[in-house]
């Protein structure tokens, strides 16, 4: 989809609004009652903002844009074309609305938001239309942009789900039971010279993957799949959890915070672990699920991850490592794409870097978060690709994160 051209790009974009509004039948179902208000949260938005908010981004980098056929060239402050509800910067401006207000907004009814992603999405499907048989990738570029855009929005809306309890469709609740894994012994990968980044005729390209180097590369080994339940109830076992030497003091920091609060010693949605057994019993979607010994285990921060690594003797891989082994020992076992794998890297820029119009999207979050890599069950496929860089603080476990480990 990268290099979708107009007809392919069409068809997507009504997908993924298809996909949108679908996800979001099922938080009506379940919050109706309440009148679609949550409890104020710093890991998720309202449904109803996030629902809005897609249709918004939408309609202000393409049906609003003056300067969409110019791509990454487009000047972002620009003046716009009116939206055709008077208070959506007011309402959805993600850049300008504070995250704690998004939750008392007078935002619209669902109804009059589902309304006014259909109108969106029928503008922009004309404006598409118009666009010539070959357009260049400048020309393409918000349409691209703005579909990945929303396959973002639905996997945070389905890590909402998790979050809050709520029950999903039955399709996205089998997704997330996966079938365990059958075990795999480490991979020893050669050492390389890697191109780290997308290469400039890659089509549509995010832009802290522009910037293109060239990477030496240490022989290293590698798990050929992420940590498993079993691997991990081993660390708990053996008081993983209450070793302070293990952890990076600002995980550690974190760490008490948790215990002082809900007495949690253990990953996140975690109802029972039994270090004899070695049974776990995770909350997914709100329902308590028994999973599986060679099951990957999910929902594990940063700062998890990083101690379960020092407990093994062992430490989580650098993102050109974790790259290298995707694109080339899939057909050694390198398995992923069931969870978002947390990396050794800090998100930082490449060499050249240079923000694209959508300035929020990357630059402000350099230095401060840690890169993940794969994809989860709940990534769009479309999105699904090795190069892509996603990033979050070393604290989030809401997402569908887990990790594998490399050789010291």
């Not at 349409?143 to 999903?168: I, N, V, W």
């Not at 075990?183 to 995010?206: C, E, H, K, Q, V």
Request: overall charge negative.
């Amino acid at each position: 989809m990268r290099r979708a051209g107009r007809d392919h790009l069409s068809l997507a974009l009504m997908d993924a609004r298809n996909h949108t509004l679908g996800l979001f039948g099922w938080f009506q179902q379940a919050l109706q009652a309440q009148g679609m208000a949550v409890a104020p949260a710093a890991c998720l938005n309202p449904p109803l903002w996030e629902l809005g908010h897609v249709g918004w981004f939408q309609e202000w980098w393409i049906a609003r844009n003056l300067q969409r056929a110019q791509g990454t060239g487009c000047d972002p402050d620009h003046a716009r074309l009116a939206s055709i509800e008077p208070q959506a910067d007011r309402w959805w401006d993600s850049a300008r609305v504070p995250h704690a207000s998004r939750f008392t907004l007078d935002v619209p009814s669902a109804n009059d938001c589902k309304k006014y992603l259909l109108e969106t999405l029928e503008t922009t499907l004309e404006l598409l239309e118009k666009t010539p048989d070959n357009a260049s990738d400048d020309t393409l570029y918000f349409y691209r942009l703005c579909l990945f855009h929303e396959d973002m929005h639905g996997e945070a809306l389905a890590y909402t789900a998790q979050t809050l309890g709520l029950t999903l469709s039955p399709a996205l609740r089998l997704a997330f039971s996966a079938e365990p894994l059958a075990a795999r012994a480490p991979l020893m990968l050669p050492a390389t010279r890697w191109l780290l980044g997308s290469a400039s005729d890659s089509g549509f390209i995010f832009d802290n993957e522009r910037g293109a180097h060239t990477v030496s590369v240490p022989e290293f080994e590698i798990d050929a799949q992420p940590v498993s339940w079993s691997q991990y109830v081993e660390f708990v076992a053996d008081g993983g959890y209450d070793r302070e030497p293990l952890w990076h003091p600002q995980g550690w920091q974190w760490l008490q915070a948790l215990a002082a609060g809900d007495g949690r010693r253990g990953p996140r949605y975690v109802e029972e672990i039994g270090v004899s057994s070695g049974a776990v019993v995770q909350t997914r979607f709100g329902l308590p699920m028994r999973m599986a010994g060679n099951q990957s285990a999910m929902h594990m921060s940063w700062w998890e991850a990083d101690a379960w690594c020092r407990w093994a003797g062992r430490r989580l891989p650098s993102e050109v490592e974790w790259e290298v082994a995707a694109h080339t020992a899939a057909n050694r076992g390198f398995r992923w794409g069931e969870l978002w794998e947390w990396t050794g890297s800090t998100f930082r820029s490449y060499p050249g870097f240079r923000a694209d119009p959508y300035r929020d999207y990357s630059e402000p979050w350099f230095g401060s978060h840690k890169v993940l890599r794969g994809a989860s069950f709940a990534t769009s496929a479309r999105m699904k690709n090795p190069k892509y860089r996603n990033f979050y603080l070393p604290d989030r476990d809401d997402i569908f994160c887990g990790f594998r480990s490399c050789s010291l």
